[in-house]
């Protein structure tokens, strides 16, 4: 396995100062979903995969989403970053109404605004993690030399410099969603959208990738994570429990020292 490399802390936090700015307390809102719903017609059956959810998310927030496979958690995280419509419901980010916009403006928006992290990476292979970044940023609208240097900045800041010229098949799963994570957030966007983002990886490159979010929480960035894992959502400030797409609890995670006895409990509710 191709080792990975450390995560450089002090220049996680020069990077975030520049990038993002100065991390701030929750305060405003920066998504907020009303009465979101999400039917399917399969073999002329309708299936709900959202029902009713109401959620709203503060900025600065780390939220993670916990259920088993199938109950809807990727269905409502693709709907909030407008990679599905709702049947019902409205979505909001920072206060404007989104789930109207047509693809057009939505593509728009999405590329400035909302950073997204999949599980299988969905990095362009015959590109190199470099230009994966880059090439982000490009289409956001920034110049060359302005995408260049936020790469370079976040490169160096997760470890990523010595591969920043390999295509994904060079690189370790870890690797290579670090990479994944620099193209999110090359773009400096208001909510950071992770679909799974571990579930591709081994039990070391998971811890690497849940201390970046945390380190990326600390600095301000807003985060809505789902995951089928309780270790993974004990990671966040609040675990939304969701079934059979319904949310039917949740948990807050108050202090780091009440984080074992929560994931007990947590992963209680996996099985």
Request: hydrophobic letters at 45%; glycine letters at 10%; one cysteine or more.
């Amino acid at each position: 396995m191709t080792a990975i490399a450390p995560v450089r802390t002090d220049i996680l936090v020069a990077a975030r100062s520049r990038l993002k700015g100065k991390g701030v307390q929750p305060m405003a809102d920066i998504i907020e979903a009303r009465g979101l719903a999400r039917a399917f017609v399969t073999d002329g059956v309708v299936i709900e995969a959202v029902r009713g959810v109401e959620l709203s998310v503060a900025e600065g927030e780390f939220v993670a989403i916990m259920g088993p496979s199938g109950c809807g958690k990727s269905t409502l995280l693709h709907i909030l970053g407008g990679l599905d419509r709702p049947s019902r419901g409205e979505v909001f980010l920072r206060g404007k109404r989104v789930d109207s916009l047509n693809e057009g403006r939505w593509a728009r928006l999405r590329r400035k605004e909302v950073g997204f992290v999949f599980q299988f990476f969905n990095l362009i292979n015959n590109l190199s993690a470099a230009d994966n970044v880059e090439l982000a940023g490009l289409l956001s609208g920034a110049p060359l030399s302005e995408a260049r240097r936020r790469r370079r900045e976040l490169f160096a800041a997760l470890g990523l410099e010595e591969v920043a010229g390999k295509v994904p098949s060079r690189l370790s799963g870890g690797q290579q969603q670090r990479v994944a994570l620099a193209r999110a957030l090359v773009n400096r966007p208001a909510i950071l959208l992770a679909d799974e983002p571990t579930g591709n990886l081994d039990s070391e490159s998971t811890r690497e990738v849940l201390n970046l979010l945390r380190q990326y929480r600390a600095e301000g960035q807003t985060i809505v994570l789902v995951t089928h894992d309780a270790r993974v959502a004990s990671a966040a400030d609040r675990v939304i429990h969701m079934r059979d797409g319904s949310f039917v609890g949740e948990t807050r995670i108050e202090d780091s020292r009440d984080r074992s006895r929560l994931l007990s409990s947590l992963i209680d509710l996996e099985v």
